[in-house]
């Protein structure tokens, strides 16, 4: 089974419920974590993981070989990204626009187009202990996005394990690489209109992608009742309800996981996954 954790936005507790989740499941069989937050990746805070891979990430941009264009205009209008003006002076290229897809050089009649590779970023393999193995892609600071160092490090997805994968916040297209093939996603907000408005949002995403979906309420309050609501008129189950506790903020911040220390919440979050289990089968 294969578990995406997301958010509207960033700061709802999506990673400490995602590396919480991979853990409780690891004792009792094999779990593959994958930090999927390339621009932002925290999870392997949480643990000691031993790296045993490193891989580089590459996009290939387009040049152009000045003797062979004619200034068609041809490549321009084949991008859709807008990474390619035609001038009478030449051919001027946004590389951090470009994505690296190669359309403008099969679209170039003269093959005046001809690429180089440029590294935007990497995939870290790894494992925490003979149960729990681990993944992350990280992305080089200024690249526009991270979706290829998702599908770089989506290849090394082990089904032969439960994969619990903490994804980008938001939901641009990081998240629709993150969640393309995943069975559910746990969707975490918090209790406030900040965090209703961009659960919204992300459950139109997940909605759309025909993905089954749950909701995890970090920091819940019984004074902001509109997340339930919402969940009620929408029929999505409330998975979870994490309240506002001083310890498990100090678990989150010395980098513990709260479902070590809180033998409540262990058996909390198994009773989790048998809700999303008893979906999926």
Known sequence: MKIAVVSGKGGTGKTTVATNLAWVLSQKGPVQLLDADVEEPNSHLFFHV??????DVEILLPRVDKEKCLL???CAKACQFGAISIFNTGVLIFDNLCHGCGTCS???????IYEISKQIGVV?????DEKLTFGMGLLNIGEPSGVRVIRELKKFIDNSRTVIIDAPPGTSCPVVETLRGMD??????EA????????????????????PMGIVINRASEDYKEIEEFAFSND???????????????????????V???????????????????VIV
């Open 192 to 211: 406030t209109p900040f965090g209703l408005h961009d659960l919204k949002l992300a459950a139109s995403v997940v909605k759309e992608m025909n993905i």
């Open 72 to 74: 068609c205009g041809k």
């Open 184 to 189: 559910y996603a746990i969707m975490v907000t």
């Open 260 to 278: 070590e220390e809180k033998k409540e919440w262990f058996e909390r979050f198994e009773r989790l996954y048998e809700k999303i289990a008893g």
């Open 236 to 258: 999505i189950p409330i998975l979870e309800k994490i309240p506002f506790d001083r310890d498990i903020a100090t678990s989150y911040s010395k980098g513990s996981l709260f």
């Open 106 to 112: 099969i679209a170039c009649p003269t093959k005046a």
């Open 124 to 128: 870290k393999i790894g494992q925490i």
């Open 50 to 55: 031993k790296y045993t891979e490193e891989i």
